[in-house]
């Protein structure tokens, strides 16, 4: 290799540096230095090198064209073969180290302006792909074109997914998808993006794409499919000294481990209400819905992962090994790893469900009752509570109990309304033991004090009962309102902030045009791991255990709720959502969103520097997380 500095040659540098993606050692003089001409004799270790680059086309190139400046690079001219050519000092005071390759004929060099930094190891683009989608070549002005075959990584320009969420709010377009067919190829991108100077390129691993206002999207950046990996659920039953468990891939779905839990008599303790979700997703979130209470939160159930961090490291890592990468990347919203296998706690599963609903027409009875149920965790399994604001959500909360519902009219007229509420509480029954469940919930419904003739019961079997969602869910798709927007809003409120939430929840929206469901229950701060990055609200009071998660899940039907309407829905719930974070009430969001990174500092308040110094240790160039919360940086590579 020589380096030419204005006609000039300069030293070859040997010495020897790691190489991130081997086991041994890579001499200097294979790394690009500014004004290097780099031969593919130079690019001998492994197999041969090329440069993958990324281009935020609307940020990095929007003022550079084709050939500027070439004149005064005298190695650079050859515009007429197809190549690009760009003033080198322009580019590196726009901070964009990439250079020209060469496309016919087959690249003999590559120059590399400024370019302090190892390759990546590994072509790139697959044949058929650079046959099919040239033009993302030349958009993004840099993937090496070679006529020979890129591999392992194949990236593909766009999916009819990669910018698209159940929220349908955000549309965010990626530069590129990777659908990974193994954890190492996640671990070769983000190793050579962390170990490049390409800091304004973030990275979404996208599960199942059910986050609301884009945290799996990566506008001109990278999103990783992960439903490309393969499932691979393993299910260990325990012994008397040790639990039974599964590995399951982290873009596996909920819905695939519970069918073949089910095969060995078993299924994960805590779930979430809609099962066609990724084990990584809800994961890196937290995972909540009625079990909570008793089990804690999917967060809680987890015995192991495997991690690939922000620097491309593939991690084993529990609570007794590399622990602090473990309790990081749970509840981490993607900010510190991303999650490739997990090891779920399992427990026997029951054959039946005695499933029960109780109406209220009081909100502190119905607070206080709920109160009661989650105070019984030896025989009360789970327990959810909703509001009802019109025959819409009574009727949408009620699929599963079609019959006599009969106070409709009661519930709203033109002139006034009324707000019900409902508890819905289950118990497993494994029929193979001598309780007998009714008995239970008699003794129960005893101690509670719901509308004496709104009180209904309903056996089911367990694999219905956990996915009673996917019977709306496809009641929905055949009326055309599934794929609709949601402006979901999902908070922690405190125990003693909960009645003043209710208030200024009604205080902003109207009840009688309102579409969807408001759930609202309670779950209990000591079953959290406070060493994981999951936000809970702070107690206001001593000995406040009690913490209710409110979802306000509306939808948005297009067909008669406008542009102009949905952003209504959205003004209001970040009022909502403001007067609830008050000191007032104390509430933190769950799915968090955020507009800005004080408003994100206020969210994690006193874990704000451990925060950081997770995000520092095992994400430094703030790749990951579609930088929502912190900004990429063009700080040097460490």
């Given amino acids: 290799m020589v380096c030419m500095h204005a006609g000039q040659p300069l030293a070859t540098h040997d010495r020897a540096v790691a190489d991130p993606h081997s086991s041994g050692m890579v001499p200097t003089s294979i790394l690009p230095m500014a004004g290097c001409h780099i031969t593919k004799d130079d690019l001998s270790y492994s197999h041969e090198t090329y440069l993958l680059a990324i281009i935020k086309e609307k940020e990095w190139l929007r003022d ?43 690249p003999q060099n590559i120059w590399f302006p400024g370019l302090p930094m190892p390759l990546l ?23 090496p074109a070679s006529p020979m075959d890129f591999r ?16 349908r709010i955000k549309f965010n377009s990626p530069a590129a998808v990777l659908r990974p067919q193994s954890p190492k190829e996640i671990s070769l991108l983000l190793g050579f993006l962390s170990a490049s100077s390409f800091s304004k390129v973030t990275v979404a691993a996208r599960g ?63 779930w979430t209400d809609y099962l066609y979700l990724s084990i990584g997703g809800t994961l890196s979130n937290g995972g909540i819905s009625g079990q909570t209470f008793k089990y804690g ?33 749970l509840g981490g919203l993607g900010q510190f790893g991303i999650i490739t296998r997990a090891r779920i706690l399992l427990q026997d599963a029951p054959q039946k469900v005695k499933w ?110 956990l996915n009673r969602v996917r019977g ?69 009071e001593a000995g406040e255990e009690v913490v209710y998660i409110v979802g306000v899940l509306r939808t948005a039907n297009p067909a008669t709720c406008s542009t102009e309407c949905l952003n209504d829905i959205r003004l209001s719930h970040r009022r909502v959502a403001q007067a609830a974070s008050s000191p007032r009430i104390g509430a933190k969001q769950y799915l968090p969103h955020h507009l800005s990174q004080s408003h994100w500092q206020h969210h994690f308040g006193r874990r704000w520097d451990q925060f950081m110094a997770r995000k520092a240790q095992f ?20």
């Fill in 64 to 106: 550079i064209k084709p050939g500027n400046g070439e004149s005064s690079r005298p190695s650079c001219g050859n515009q007429e073969k197809g190549g690009w050519c760009w003033d080198d000092c322009t580019m590196q005071s726009m901070g964009i180290p990439l250079g020209k390759v060469q496309h016919s004929p087959p």
């Fill in 121 to 143: 190891p590994a072509p790139l683009v697959n044949k058929s792909y650079r046959r099919n989608h040239s033009s993302f070549v030349t958009k993004y002005h840099g993937i």
């Fill in 152 to 167: 392992p990584l194949s990236f593909l320009q766009s999916t009819n997914t990669s910018s698209l969420d159940f929220g």
């Fill in 208 to 270: 199942a794409g059910h986050s609301i206002h884009g945290q799996a999207q990566a506008l001109d950046g990278i999103v990783i499919e992960m439903d490309s990996l393969p499932s691979n659920i393993s299910i260990h039953k325990g012994t008397e000294f040790s639990p039974s468990y599964a590995d399951v891939s982290g873009g596996a779905l909920w819905i695939e481990l519970l069918e073949e839990g089910l095969k060995f008599g078993l299924a994960p303790r805590s």
């Fill in 297 to 329: 939160p999917q967060i809680s159930n987890v015995l192991q992962l495997d991690v690939v961090t922000g620097k491309g490291d593939q991690v084993a890592c529990s609570p007794t090994e590399n622990s602090e990468l473990f309790y990081a990347v």
């Fill in 356 to 465: 029960v609903r109780a109406f209220y027409d009081d909100f502190n009875t119905f607070i206080e009752d709920q109160e009661l149920l989650v105070a019984m965790p030896n025989v009360v399994d789970y327990v959810e509570g909703f509001m009802l604001l019109n025959e819409q959500s009574l009727h949408s909360s009620s699929l599963a109990f079609p019959s006599h519902l009969e106070f409709n009219r009661e519930l709203y007229s033109k002139s006034s309304y009324n707000v019900y509420f409902c508890i819905e509480f289950a118990i497993h029954d494994y029929q193979a033991k001598t309780t007998n469940v009714e008995q239970v919930v008699t003794e129960i419904s005893r101690k509670m004090s719901y509308i004496p003739s709104h009180f209904y019961s309903v056996e089911v079997s367990y694999f219905d009962f």
């Fill in 472 to 540: 709306e869910e496809l009641h929905l798709r055949s009326r055309g309102l599934w794929e609709v927007p949601h402006p979901w809003l999902n908070m922690f409120v405190p125990k003693s902030g909960i009645k003043d939430f209710k208030d200024s929840l009604l205080d902003n929206i109207s009840p009688s045009d309102f579409e969807g469901l408001v759930l609202m229950y309670p779950i209990l701060r000591d079953k959290w791991d406070t060493n994981s990055s999951a936000v809970l609200p702070d107690a206001r």
């Fill in 619 to 638: 994400d430094p160039r703030h790749i990951l997380g579609q930088g929502i919360i912190l900004p990429g940086t063009n700080a040097p590579r460490p």
